[in-house]
């Protein structure tokens, strides 16, 4: 699968040496800047449009309506234990069942910038940066920020993803 600041999302056969279109099947959702992530079937994607989209890979039709923000999405979607997680331009790591959409926080998790880059999980918290210069560990049971964190401040913005390595997360700033 993969997709495109076209907006829309597509399949390449391997063995046939053919590429579908998955979704839309007419116009475009916006511009897709992350990668698309596919869990039992799922592709999860989020779009310019400020929307997160879950998919059907078998019937390239909606598994739920399309949970909104209230800002871009260009981060790539993680989906662990039956939960995606998504950021946005809205300043907002978000949690939603992974089967509905259905948010799973009571509030989602404010940063002060935009969240851009891909999370990681590690050992029951989820790990991202942000446009604020800040780095974030946060429960994913609660969405609140790990007790005795104090999130880590570089000097220009978090928009890649984090690396779990060793027990240690490592994290690469514009600076």
Sequence with gaps: YYTGSQGRIYSFELERGYEDL????????????GSPAVVDGILYVGSSDKKLYAINTSTSQLAWEPFETEGKIWSTPVVYNGTVYIGSF?????????LTGEPKWAEPFE?????????VIYNDFIYFGSLDQRFYAVDIA??????????????????????????????????
């Design 22 to 33: 998955v979704y839309p099947d007419d116009g475009y959702i916006g511009a897709i800047v």
């Design 90 to 98: 809205d300043h907002k790591m978000y949690a939603l069942d992974a």
């Design 111 to 119: 940063a002060e910038g935009a969240i851009v880059g891909t999370p």
């Design 142 to 175: 609660t969405g609140t920020l790990k007790e005795g964190f104090t999130p880590f401040k570089a000097d220009n913005w978090f928009w890649g993803r984090a690396v779990v390595y060793d027990g240690n997360i490592i994290a690469a700033s514009l600076d």
